[in-house]
């Protein structure tokens, strides 16, 4: 089966030999490196995985996601690409950049470092006022009944 393969942002012809639940072993005149992840495209399927083993014009791709091997095979090969709202029907976010998912990220952990900051100084304070209140519940009732306060009447 013809397909297309996307090979580091480069678009090559490849060839679909066998379909597993989990992999592809596919054909094509510059094979990537092993753990190179390789955007598989019949039609309008989109398949990506990481290639695990390498042989010749050969390579095996593992996928994240079971294979719909009877879609793959009725998939029909498109004579052009897909229409731009066609497109945009299989990508739903646009793809960020490395140091963009960094960022997020960083600010991400910053926020959970800051509510982990408040929720131990919480305790602490918390500790703290039981502490307190134990420490000095005895001494100060001792003063008020000797005072003749006694408390509550």
């Not at 297309?4 to 597993?20: A, E, F, Q």
């Not at 646009?94 to 509510?115: G, H, L, Y």
């Amino acid at each position: 089966m013809l397909c297309r393969l996307n090979i580091s942002g480069k678009w090559s012809d490849g060839c679909i030999h066998d379909v597993s639940n989990k992999g592809l072993l596919i054909s094509c005149t510059n094979p990537p490196a092993i753990g190179t992840y390789v955007d598989i495209r019949r039609g309008t399927l989109v398949i990506i995985g990481r290639v695990v083993w390498k042989g010749g014009s050969r390579f095996g791709v593992q996928t994240q996601d079971p294979v719909n091997i009877a879609a793959l095979v009725n998939e029909p090969v498109l004579k052009s690409r897909p229409s731009a709202s066609r497109r945009s029907l299989t990508r739903e976010k646009p793809v960020q950049s490395v140091t963009q998912r960094a960022e997020r990220n960083r600010q991400r952990s910053s926020t959970i470092q800051f509510v982990c900051v408040v929720m131990a100084a919480l305790g602490i304070a918390y500790f703290a006022a039981i502490s307190c209140y134990q420490a000095l519940a005895v001494p100060l009732g001792t003063i008020a009944n000797a005072l003749g306060g006694g408390g509550a009447q």
